[in-house]
């Protein structure tokens, strides 16, 4: 019970991913040109952002803070082919602290 309270306000500055684009496990016609990540709150910079086909190939070709919502990573992707992706991300918080996640989806191709 300590330890719960002693982590809550710490736990606030890391609320996690709110929602993404596509959402997790979705199945879409096809990788989308743009995914999204919707966080708890702003973020100072996006670490890593991968999303990777049932090859391992990499189709992320960048990842970067909204301009306009720094707690929103836009991410653009290249080459889709159909099958399933994982999308792992970390990103730096404003308390300067790593974190990270992943979720998965499918697009299902034509
Ligand atoms: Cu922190």
Do not use: C
């Amino acid at each position: 019970m300590l330890a719960a309270l002693a982590v809550a306000p710490h736990a606030l500055a890391h609320s996690g991913v709110q929602a993404t684009s596509p959402k997790p496990g979705a199945v879409v016609q096809a990788l989308p040109a743009t995914i999204t990540l919707t966080f708890g709150s702003r973020l100072m910079r996006v670490s890593s952002v991968r999303v990777t086909d049932a090859k391992g190939v990499n189709h992320a070709t960048s990842a970067r803070l909204d301009p306009r919502n720094a707690a929103r990573v836009v991410v653009r992707t290249r080459s889709p082919v159909p099958g399933a992706y994982r999308v792992a991300w970390t990103v730096q918080s404003e308390d300067g602290h790593s974190e990270s996640g992943a979720f998965a989806f499918r697009a299902r191709g034509r």
